[in-house]
């Protein structure tokens, strides 16, 4: 199921009185799709929520992240527009009962419809099985649907899948859930003969079994774990994500909120004892926004239910804010 873009969630502080430039992101906020506006200009960020945590249910996690998406944008509405000249929002895909699989369908259509107008989608999660939309949608893209030239026409490049997580998520099980996205993609790339690199950052040893660092070294995953992701390694970490992109066509970047410590992002399924500050995913994250191979953003994970103070939306609001 669908919702369309809800401008009441759009809403925050006026500063009227004051002189200079007072803009507010809620400011710059329009529907996308909205026949009344012209068609976004190249890279413009899309908004799209992704209303779903049966992915977390299936995979024992603690649910409630469906209820994300709305509180996200609140978090975003109040601040500064500063260089966001124009923000869309393509509203929300809802799942219903436990229909995890028609609700990725929905959203990669979403993402695949985007991307063709020639925007930027950038979805709010949900859970971590958001990430398996996300990719139809990108795949689809990649692949030619809805594209002028004919997909033999164009070289098939090598995508390249930034995750910060302090999990693999490349669980084998089936059916699909928040454990199992990122197996998924690499066995759809595998029967495609698509080239990829899968590279996660901030993984906890003690998070993962032996058994998905084995899947990991099986598919060649470049990562590195939560202990070598701290402020003082950040200009190795730099470097190491430079190579990565400067050897990719496309990027996919997806931020699983379970990778910042546990006192930045309490809202979320499994909190991290240790975590990667926030100072260096944010860095991590500018330095892939500024490079011109992103095509496509998300975020998972954020339980608002387990949130105290706002911490967690606030460092996802920071998060996405650079994405913008």
């Not at 369309?4 to 529907?31: C, H, I, K, N, Q």
């Given at each position: 199921?669908?919702?369309?873009?809800?401008?009441?969630?759009?809403?925050?502080?006026?500063?009227?009185?004051?002189?200079?430039?007072?803009?507010?992101?809620?400011?710059?906020?329009?529907?996308?799709?909205?026949p009344?506006?012209?068609?976004?200009?190249?890279?413009?960020?899309?908004?799209?929520?992704?209303?779903?945590?049966e992915?977390?249910?299936?995979?024992?996690?603690?649910?409630?992240?469906?209820?994300?998406?709305?509180?996200?944008?609140?978090?975003?509405?109040?601040?500064?527009?500063?260089?966001?000249?124009r923000?869309?929002?393509?509203?929300?895909?809802?799942?219903?009962?436990?229909?995890?699989?028609?609700?990725?369908?929905?959203?990669?259509e979403?993402?695949?419809?985007?991307?063709?107008r020639?925007?930027?989608?950038?979805?709010?999660?949900?859970?971590?099985?958001?990430?398996?939309?996300?990719?139809?949608?990108?795949?689809?893209?990649?692949?030619?649907?809805?594209?002028?030239?004919?997909?033999?026409?164009?070289?098939?490049?090598?995508?390249?899948?930034?995750?910060?997580?302090?999990?693999?998520?490349?669980?084998?099980?089936?059916?699909?859930?928040?454990?199992?996205?990122?197996?998924?993609i690499?066995?759809?790339?595998?029967?495609?003969?698509?080239?990829?690199?899968?590279?996660?950052?901030?993984?906890?040893?003690?998070?993962?079994?032996?058994?998905?660092?084995?899947?990991?070294?099986?598919?060649?995953?470049?990562?590195a774990?939560?202990?070598?992701?701290?402020?003082?390694?950040?200009?190795?970490r730099?470097?190491?994500?430079d190579?990565?992109?400067?050897?990719?066509?496309?990027?996919?970047?997806?931020?699983?909120?379970d990778?910042?410590?546990?006192?930045?992002a309490?809202?979320?399924?499994?909190?991290?004892?240790?975590?990667?500050?926030?100072?260096?995913?944010?860095?991590?994250?500018?330095?892939?926004?500024?490079?011109?191979?992103?095509?496509?953003?998300?975020?998972?994970?954020?339980?608002?239910?387990?949130?105290?103070?706002?911490?967690?939306?606030?460092?996802?609001?920071?998060?996405?804010?650079?994405?913008?």
């Open positions: 199921m669908n919702a369309a873009f809800d401008p009441s969630v759009w809403t925050g502080r006026r500063d009227a009185g004051e002189a200079g430039d007072t803009a507010r992101l809620y400011e710059r906020v329009r529907a996308f799709d909205d009344l506006e012209p068609e976004p200009v190249a890279g413009a960020p899309v908004l799209i929520g992704f209303c779903c945590d992915g977390v249910r299936r995979n024992q996690g603690r649910i409630g992240a469906a209820h994300a998406p709305r509180l996200l944008r609140r978090a975003l509405a109040s601040l500064p527009a500063h260089r966001v000249a923000c869309f929002d393509a509203g929300d895909v809802l799942c219903e009962a436990d229909e995890l699989e028609a609700a990725q369908a929905a959203l990669g979403r993402v695949r419809h985007a991307l063709t020639g925007a930027r989608p950038i979805i709010l999660g949900g859970g971590h099985e958001v990430a398996w939309g996300t990719y139809l949608g990108l795949r689809g893209w990649l692949d030619g649907e809805g594209r002028p030239e004919p997909a033999a026409a164009r070289p098939r490049g090598r995508l390249l899948v930034i995750n910060f997580d302090a999990h693999f998520d490349l669980r084998t099980t089936r059916p699909g859930n928040s454990g199992t996205p990122f197996d998924q690499a066995r759809d790339c595998g029967a495609r003969g698509a080239a990829l690199t899968y590279a996660c950052f901030g993984i906890s040893e003690l998070a993962n079994t032996a058994a998905l660092f084995a899947r990991a070294h099986e598919i060649g995953a470049h990562y774990l939560d202990v070598v992701m701290q402020e003082s390694q950040l200009a190795d730099l470097a190491e994500l190579g990565l992109i400067a050897a990719a066509d496309d990027v996919y970047l997806t931020i699983d909120l990778v910042l410590p546990a006192a930045v309490p809202g979320v399924s499994a909190p991290a004892a240790l975590g990667v500050p926030l100072a260096v995913v944010e860095a991590m994250v500018m330095r892939v926004r500024a490079s011109s191979k992103l095509r496509v953003a998300d975020i998972a994970e954020f339980n608002p239910q387990y949130d105290r103070d706002s911490r967690t939306a606030r460092a996802a609001a920071r998060l996405l804010y650079r994405l913008l």
